[in-house]
């Protein structure tokens, strides 16, 4: 749980270093690119606020002087034109955003713009009443020259003063944008190294996992190969031994005279197969685990698995005064005959054990349109309702009113592992005093309609 933590706080900062960096480049970038926008917007206004002064300067002035030299009224009018645009220039640079040092150098434009006009207007009204062009010449050198070059001089200032602040802005934005490089650049810096980091973290606890991981599978593979040196020795070493005292038990009451002998050597018998049942139960159940069963299905008639199944018991039946009813149709089935029939005989003697003398025992087949359900059914002590759901559990040794004589309960759960691999199902239902019912299905091969009753 830590480590998820962890492994999640690492992956939550590195998604926000990402999209940190993400947002910083696009702001950045994003102003950046404005920046020069309004430096390159401010630059061209400027030089064209500049290049259209000084061109209506020169256009006022060769309108002014070619009609002082010649009195030629067109000219007149485009001097009266020229000076009403400019006029309406300088008005409209007024209200133009510009900078503070432009806005004081377009005042000295506007002042000597409008004192060159007056006399420039003055001139053209004396010129009106001149007979000799020649006399206005000193006036240009005296009084309009001077006038005009602080004109043009006040229009060089303004431009130059755009050009300052263009230079200006122009390195403001290369500072920023280097400034916003440098910040990409250190949080990219930063987010590889969280990315290592986690990267170092996740890995050592991968590695972690994987050495435990590896240990357990050897534990395992230690605790299986012990398992089933074990299950050799059960099965070989304690079997042999087993059926030496069997048939030993079996010659001593051959030749033994009284009644209290034989009832001794008779439990020994008994005795010694309980305990060949409990071995074979082992090592079924274990090699069901390890393997799976091993299957050799094929159609084979249900009322003939409920016959020899039920041969086994008749004389069983008999001695305990337990009838045993068999009923089931000739239905085939898909399934492994001595594997159906192993399930059949442990569910019977299940019933056979917890059955009460002079009750009964039914054993019937019942198809339906995908399966064929078989059912055990006794009139015996039941189980418990809190036991039901384990009844099929590894080890499960019921309590209370159903106990299983001291086996090891693995009956069941090999029976489970059997039908499972059937793909059928297996199920229990009892009321406790009542008796149980067991049933498991498998699948069908054929169906023959006819079917037929039987008594044991």
Not at 271 to 285: F, H, P
Not at 443 to 448: H, Q, S, Y
Request: charged share 25%; with cysteine.
């Amino acid at each position: 749980m830590r480590f998820r933590k962890q492994l999640v706080v690492g992956l939550g900062t590195l998604v926000v270093l990402v999209i940190t960096m993400a947002v910083t480049a696009i702001v950045m970038l994003s102003s950046t690119t404005e920046m020069s926008g309004e430096v390159a917007r401010d630059y061209a206004n400027g030089f064209s606020h500049a290049q259209t002064l000084s061109d209506l300067e020169e256009r006022l002035v060769a309108a002014a002087r070619g009609y002082l030299l010649s009195g030629d009224p067109a000219l007149r009018i485009r001097f009266e034109a020229s000076q009403n645009e400019l006029a309406a220039t300088i008005k409209d640079l007024d209200r133009h955003h510009l900078v503070p040092v432009a806005r004081a150098y377009l005042v000295e434009v506007d002042t000597s713009a409008s004192e060159y006009l007056r006399e420039m207007d003055q001139a053209v009204e004396r010129r009106s009443q001149m007979s000799d062009p020649k006399e206005i010449v000193p006036l240009f050198d005296q009084r309009l020259s001077p006038l005009r070059a602080r004109v043009k001089s006040a229009v060089d200032s303004l431009s130059q003063a755009e050009h300052t602040t263009f230079d200006r802005a122009l390195v403001d934005t290369r500072h920023r944008a280097r400034v916003a490089g440098l910040a990409v650049v250190l949080v990219a810096i930063l987010t590889i190294m969280c990315a290592i980091v986690l990267a170092v973290l996740v890995g050592r606890r991968l590695a972690r996992d994987f050495h435990e991981v590896e240990d357990a599978t050897a534990a395992a593979q230690r605790a299986a190969r012990a398992r089933e040196e074990v299950l050799a020795v059960v099965s070989h070493d304690l079997r042999t031994p087993l059926q030496a005292v069997v048939m030993s038990a079996e010659l001593a009451s051959e030749c033994a005279g009284d009644g209290g002998t034989r009832r001794y050597l008779q439990t020994i018998r008994n005795a010694s197969n309980r305990m060949q049942r409990m071995i074979e139960e082992l090592v079924e159940a274990a090699r069901l685990e390890q393997h799976g069963p091993e299957l050799h299905a094929e159609p084979v008639d249900a009322a003939e698995l409920i016959d020899m199944t039920g041969d086994l018991f008749r004389a069983r039946a008999g001695s305990e005064g337990i009838e045993l009813r068999l009923d089931a149709p000739h239905v085939h089935v898909l399934a492994d005959r001595e594997r159906v029939i192993e399930v059949l005989s442990n569910l019977i003697g299940n019933a056979l054990k917890f059955t009460r003398r002079d009750g009964h025992v039914e054993v019937r087949a019942e198809p339906g349109a995908n399966e064929v359900r078989f059912i055990v059914t006794d009139d015996g002590s039941g189980i418990p309702p809190d036991q039901l759901p384990h009844v099929f559990e590894r080890g499960w040794q019921g309590s209370g009113g159903r106990a299983n004589g001291g086996g090891l309960g693995l009956g069941l759960y090999i029976c489970k592992t059997i039908i499972e691999a059937h793909r059928g199902t297996i199920g229990v239902t009892s009321e406790l005093g009542h008796g149980a019912r067991f049933w498991f299905t498998l699948p069908p091969a054929g169906r023959d309609p006819s079917a037929r009753a039987r008594p044991a």
